[in-house]
Every structure is written in structure tokens, then in C-alpha cells.
């Protein structure tokens, strides 16, 4: 039985600005049932603070706490390595690095930069990690979905720069293991006793999965038919985050 579930957000808990029907009824579910939970995410565009309160304003009742974001993973092996990033990321996270040495930069950071994923900034990138700084990423998704469309995300421009500079990222948010296992740290529990439900096949799935957690995908969010074939791994399917919940409560009976 499981002792903890982890949870993706966008395309898991809402699409857009609004929740995905029985998503917060489901995250209440779980509340009620003692289980520990936590809210795992590579989102770039939105702070910690930013991201609770979106959920709060939805209906989810939860603790800021319980968020795990890549970007902070980021920020904490930045200060661990002394590194001074050139961080090409959203405006909306700037705020969260802004007490963090960028001056002279030894490092690179690149998450979800959005229109300033342009020449000039990924020449730069280039530029450093072709003179030998290490490229930091916060995952390489392919694509996220947003208003009822996929967009471009990351991972492409993470890829052009390694590609470029000859180089390989470090991966610090899903699907690292090491994610994972910050995120499992914080709970009293093993990895054996977690379960991880996400939208995306490669950075929750197979991730949590190489992590040593149990993993579920939904068919919401940036899921696409025959997604669940792209990995030859044994995991659980389902149409929503509210079926996902509802098996986990009815096998703890």
C-alpha cells in the first residue's frame, strides 16, 4: 500500500486556469485519508508563492510546503557550488535568483524562457559552455500544453546548447534521481511506498520509475494517444488524477 502520492501540476491538477474536474476533490480525498502528499514540478514560468497561490485560488487545500519546484532545486545547487549562473529563464522567476551572484558568470542555468529563447541569449549560453561552464537545466521536457495548445518548452533549446557547445546537461528537476529522492526525503517513507501521477510518459513516469517510485499516468495535460506505449515499463494508466486517487484509497481498504 502506499504511504505517499506525489503529484505533477499543470496538466495533472489544471489545464489553463481552471482544474481539471475532480482534481480538487481528489487532492481533498487524499487530505482526508492521512496520506502524505506533495506537489512535484518542473514548472519555469511560475514562482513557488506564484504557484500556491494558483492553486489556492482554485479550490486546492494545501501548504505551500508541500511544493517541490525544480527552479528551487536549481537555486540550491547553485549556492551549494558557488556558482554564478547566466540564468536564461522566465521573467516571472527572476525574483527567486535575485540573491544569487550572477556577475562573471562560471555557469549556465536555462529552464522555460519563452520569447527569450532567442539568438542572442542562446549565443551566449553557447558561448560559456563552449569555454567550459556547466549547463544546469531544469529538466528536458519537450513540450507542455497550455490553453488547449502545445508549446515549445525547454528541452529543444537545452539540446541545441549541448549539441552546440558539446556538452551534456545536468538535469536537476524530473526526471533526475535525484529530484526524486529529495522530494521522497522529505517524507518518512521509501521510495517503495510512493506513488508519482503525472501527464508526461518521460519526466513523471519513467523518472519517478528510475527513481524506484511507482508511477501513474493520466490522460490529461500534455498526454498524448499512445503515449503510454513509448516506454516499455510496468506503470498504471488512467483517464483523470480523480480515477488515479480513487484506486489508491479503495486498495488501502
Known amino acids: 500500500m502506499y504511504k ?23 487532492i481533498a480525498a487524499v487530505r482526508d485519508s492521512g496520506l502524505d502528499f506533495r506537489f512535484v514540478t518542473n514548472t519555469s514560468r511560475r514562482t513557488c508563492a ?11 487545500d494545501i501548504e505551500v510546503s508541500q511544493i517541490y519546484t525544480a527552479p528551487a532545486a536549481v ?7 558557488q556558482w554564478r549562473p547566466y540564468c ?14 550572477q556577475s562573471d558568470p562560471n555557469a549556465v542555468f536555462v529552464a522555460d524562457a519563452e520569447e527569450r529563447f532567442c539568438y542572442e541569449y542562446l549565443d551566449r ?4 559552455c563552449q ?11 519537450r513540450y507542455f500544453k ?4 502545445l508549446h515549445l518548452d525547454a528541452g529543444p533549446f537545452i539540446r541545441a546548447i549541448e549539441y552546440a557547445a558539446d556538452t551534456e546537461a545536468i538535469i536537476v528537476g524530473k526526471p533526475s534521481v535525484d529530484f526524486f529522492s529529495q522530494v521522497v526525503a522529505s517524507t518518512q517513507f521509501g521510495v517503495e511506498s510512493v506513488l508519482m501521477i503525472g501527464d508526461d510518459v518521460f519526466g513523471d513516469v519513467e523518472g ?4 524506484g517510485l511507482d508511477a501513474c499516468l493520466v490522460r490529461t495535460g500534455k498526454y498524448q494517444p499512445g503515449d503510454e506505449n513509448r516506454i516499455d515499463r510496468d506503470f498504471h494508466c488512467v483517464d483523470s488524477v480523480a480515477e488515479a486517487v480513487e484506486k489508491v484509497l479503495k486498495a488501502q481498504h
Open 131 to 141: 569555454a567550459g561552464a556547466p549547463l544546469i537545466a531544469v529538466g528536458m521536457n
Open 88 to 101: 536564461l529563464i522566465h521573467r516571472n522567476i527572476e525574483s527567486e535568483f535575485a540573491d544569487v551572484e
Open 146 to 149: 497550455q490553453d488547449g495548445r
Open 208 to 211: 519517478a520509475l528510475n527513481a
Open 75 to 81: 537555486k540550491a545547487l547553485l549556492h551549494q557550488r
Open 4 to 26: 505517499a502520492i506525489f503529484f505533477d501540476i499543470s496538466g495533472v491538477l489544471y489545464d489553463g486556469k481552471q482544474s481539471i474536474p475532480g482534481a480538487v476533490e481528489a
Open 125 to 128: 549560453a553557447f558561448r560559456l
Open 50 to 60: 506564484q504557484i500556491y497561490q494558483d492553486l489556492t485560488l482554485m479550490g486546492f
